[in-house]
């Protein structure tokens, strides 16, 4: 498994933007793909955005499309999550994963259950 830790939350009004990044150790980087997630409270874990390998495709849930970026840095074995545009409902504990599988459709890895390794997650919140 590959360690993750992730970093760059904190407190943000509506409107405004964070960069989250997500550091990877333990394992070869480039060959797995990262996802984000993100849990509210009260609520269950959801998919946020995916990368695969190559950095090549990305997908996004429709909640955050346009407004997150999701990129990756295989020479830093860094994920990045870009946030513009932050909504109160974006507050969440936002978490990285990496999944060794590999799938030609992106759509597989917004399920958290494709992913094996996980961070300690990073707290976002958006006050209006």
């Known amino acids: 498994q590959v360690q993750l830790v992730e970093t760059g939350g904190g407190l943000v009004q509506a409107g405004g933007s964070l960069r989250l990044s997500c550091a990877a150790a333990?394992?070869?980087?480039?060959?797995?793909?990262m996802g984000w997630f993100r849990q509210a409270p009260g609520k269950e874990r959801e998919f946020v955005a995916a990368i695969n390998w190559s950095s090549g495709r990305t997908r996004y849930a429709d909640s955050v499309k346009g407004r997150f970026t999701i990129s990756r840095d295989n020479a830093k074995n860094t994920v990045y999550l870009q946030m513009s545009s932050l909504k109160p409902e974006d507050t969440a504990v936002y978490y990285c994963a990496a999944s060794r599988r590999y799938y030609s459709r992106l759509y597989y890895y917004s399920r958290a259950n494709e992913y094996d390794s996980w961070g300690q997650g990073t707290q976002v919140t958006v006050s209006s």
């Open positions: 333990g394992r070869t980087f480039s060959n797995y793909a």
